[in-house]
């Protein structure tokens, strides 16, 4: 069965910074992709990064490169996004999931873990 848990949301200024973390369980690693999501209250959910297990490919919306870095713990099975310079639009809760192949496109993903709450004031 495959289990993701999501953790590390919390709430920060802006400028701040935040680590999320994407444990994962139940599912080969190497040939998926974890990806992470978030949704902020009344707009749809939208990718923010993801990672290939197998050969660390990444990708990145326009709006967080270079402040966000997508990694992979394999010695914990745990996926990290690294979160600095965080903007109030960066509010939403993130959620991670696990797909055949790195993009950021959530129809892609078919196992999703629960979200963890970004709140980012101004």
């Known amino acids: 069965e495959v289990q993701l848990q999501a953790s590390g949301g919390g709430s920060v200024q802006a400028g701040g910074s935040l680590k999320l973390s994407c444990a994962a369980s139940g599912f080969p690693f190497d040939g998926h992709a974890i990806g992470w999501f978030r949704q902020a209250p009344g707009k749809e959910r939208e990718g923010v990064s993801c990672?290939?297990?197998?050969?660390?490919?990444?990708l990145y919306r326009d709006s967080v490169k270079d402040r966000f870095t997508i990694f992979i713990d394999n010695a914990k099975n745990t996926v990290y996004l690294q979160m600095n310079s965080l903007k109030p639009e960066d509010t939403g809760v993130y959620s991670c999931?696990?797909?055949?192949?790195?993009?950021?496109?959530?129809?892609?993903?078919?196992?999703w873990g629960q979200g963890t709450l970004v709140t980012v004031s101004s």
């Open positions: 999931a696990a797909a055949w192949v790195p993009t950021t496109t959530p129809r892609a993903y078919t196992s």
């Open positions: 990672i290939g297990w197998s050969d660390g490919y990444t």
